[in-house]
């Protein structure tokens, strides 16, 4: 079965800085899944605790909130067919290393931390992180 849903996908700074932006774009649009709202932000460490604080008691906390605030970011709402989970297949695994070929964490991710995307893991999460970002 399919619904059309909408997602939160997020070119982390490790992306945005080797200029893969519209690169990682392509790749939504080929795959039909359309940019319905975007922006370029950097936001503050703050922010960036309260937006990853499902992760707070994970080892990684620290970083990866100082990580995500430490440059610019691209904030994208996708819109498609089953996007939740669509988007974290064309993301491929959390540790680039892992990921399957032609995904955009193989392609592009660094390292387990500088993975160069994030995409919400449900639907009721991409509401939540969409609202973070995109509440008027
Ligand atoms: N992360 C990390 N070290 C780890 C696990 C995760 O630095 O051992 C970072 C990584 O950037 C990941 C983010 O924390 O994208 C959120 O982790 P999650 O398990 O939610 O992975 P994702 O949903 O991004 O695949
Ligand atoms: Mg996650």
Same mark, same amino acid.
């Given at each position: 079965?399919s619904?059309?849903? %909408?997602?939160l996908?997020?070119?982390?700074p ?6 893969? @932006? ?7 649009? /080929?795959n039909?899944? =359309?940019?319905?709202e975007? /922006?370029?932000? %950097?936001i503050? =460490? ?5 937006f990853? =604080?499902?992760? %707070? ?16 970011? @691209?904030?994208? @709402? +996708? ?5 939740v989970?669509f988007?974290?297949? +064309? ?11 032609n995904t955009?964490r193989?392609l592009?991710g660094?390292?387990?931390? /500088?993975?160069? @995307?994030?995409?919400?893991d449900?639907?009721?999460?991409? /509401?939540k992180?969409?609202e973070?970002f995109f509440k008027?």
């Amino acid at each position: 079965m399919s619904k059309i849903e %909408q997602t939160l996908s997020i070119i982390k700074p490790d992306a945005v800085e080797r200029n893969l @932006v519209d690169e990682i774009k392509n790749i939504f649009i /080929k795959n039909n899944l =359309k940019i319905k709202e975007i /922006k370029k932000i %950097q936001i503050s =460490k703050d922010e960036a605790s309260e937006f990853y =604080k499902v992760h %707070q008691s994970k080892p990684f906390y620290n970083d990866l909130c100082a990580y995500l605030s430490s440059g610019p970011i @691209v904030a994208m @709402v +996708l819109e498609g067919e089953n996007a939740v989970l669509f988007n974290r297949k +064309l993301m491929g695994a959390t540790n680039p290393k892992e990921a399957d070929e032609n995904t955009i964490r193989k392609l592009y991710g660094i390292s387990i931390d /500088k993975n160069s @995307v994030h995409g919400s893991d449900s639907v009721d999460n991409a /509401k939540k992180e969409i609202e973070f970002f995109f509440k008027n």
